[in-house]
């Protein structure tokens, strides 16, 4: 395709692979909060067992939106530095919606402080204002879909033409909603699996109590899996034939990572069922990380022949990576601290 039309990218100040892992390993930890957020709140909403639900986990919704936004800054930083020329672009074209996620986000933000503040307001203004939060974190969800699917078709630009006012959605595109289904899903079995975690370690609820709600939760973690197939399957099979059959061979590496991947998803269904969290827990960690390796492979394939990260010049300056490296480090080690001394505090006041 004529590719006289995207920008040039920028050059990098060393190898594009440092940045390629660091984007892979902190989108992990951004999604993974992400994750337990959105899914946390559906799961929420249709709690059956409000009072342990909400001191056990859901209490804790505000700090992992914090932790969440906070952590979407380093991958979205990487993703820039490699894919910005891409990216960019894609965000000017939906400019109007792109713009929004922003005070949505403020205002998903600080409904869910008022739902936690069970004590000054009433039980409908809590529900209200979860229902609320929990749609604009949906609609910024499905803007990021938009998004990604747009920046890896620059041929779909285009459309420029015919919508130049900055309110360009990418509706044309046959992953769109498979792809957010999955991500939806996706984050309701993770949310799960956190909540079957905090049920673990909490001591505000009987032992027996506490062995139920893991159960509870786990078995939802399996049956959402067993969706995930059936959206999985839709979504893998909506790409271009050329890309899915990469994954059936047509490129090793993508075909083994696939293969692991519904390997892991079968154990996490087995695991799930039995009740082991433990081992539902190790799984779906590693189930989060193959899956953003795979998404990594599918970007590098729809983006053959237009972009390589590889041809991205390298100055052979790695100063102020080295710089970054450890701030974010003792930017870790810090929320790590903080989250430590909540749970500690938290513990205390029980």
Do not use: C
Not at 192 to 204: D, E, V
Not at 254 to 279: D, E, H, Q
Request: positive net charge; without cysteine; hydrophobic residues 55%.
């Amino acid at each position: 395709m004529d590719t006289s039309f995207i920008p040039t990218p920028d050059g990098l100040p060393v190898s594009w692979q440092w940045f390629q892992v660091l984007l892979l390993f902190t989108f992990a930890l951004h999604i993974i909060l992400v994750n337990l957020v959105l899914g946390g709140s559906i799961l929420a909403l249709f709690s059956k067992n409000k009072a342990n639900d909400f001191y056990v986990f859901n209490g804790n919704i505000p700090i992992m939106v914090a932790l969440a936004i906070n952590l979407g800054v380093p991958p979205l930083l990487f993703l820039q530095v490699i894919y910005g020329h891409l990216f960019y672009s894609s965000s000017v074209l939906m400019a109007v919606y792109w713009i929004i996620i922003i005070p949505l986000l403020i205002l998903a933000y600080y409904g869910t402080y008022i739902y936690v503040k069970n004590n000054s307001f009433s039980v409908r203004w809590r529900k209200i204002s979860l229902v609320i939060s929990t749609l604009f974190l949906l609609y910024i969800a499905f803007m990021f879909v938009n998004n990604s699917t747009l920046a890896q078709k620059p041929a779909d630009w285009l459309g420029y033409f015919d919508n130049s006012n900055g309110t360009m959605l990418h509706w044309n595109e046959p992953t769109l909603w498979p792809r957010f289904l999955h991500f939806l899903f996706a984050s309701v079995a993770i949310a799960a699996l956190g909540k079957a975690l905090f049920y673990k370690y909490s001591n505000k609820i009987s032992p027996e109590d506490k062995e139920l709600q893991i159960k509870s939760n786990l078995k939802i973690v399996a049956f959402i899996t067993m969706v995930q197939f059936i959206i999985g399957t839709w979504f893998w099979l909506s790409m271009p034939e050329v890309i899915w059959k990469m994954f059936m061979g047509g490129q090793m590496a993508a075909t083994i990572f696939m293969t692991v991947g519904l390997i892991g998803a079968l154990g996490i269904i087995y695991s799930g069922l039995k009740g082991n969290l433990n081992l539902t827990l190790i799984l779906g960690v590693l189930q989060v990380m193959i899956m953003i390796i795979v998404r990594q492979y599918s970007r590098a394939f729809y983006l053959d022949g237009i972009f390589r990260p590889s041809d991205l010049q390298n100055s052979h300056q790695p100063s102020s990576l080295i710089v970054f490296l450890i701030v974010f480090l003792v930017g870790l080690a810090t929320l790590y601290y903080m989250i430590r001394l909540s749970a500690t505090s938290k513990n205390n006041q029980s």
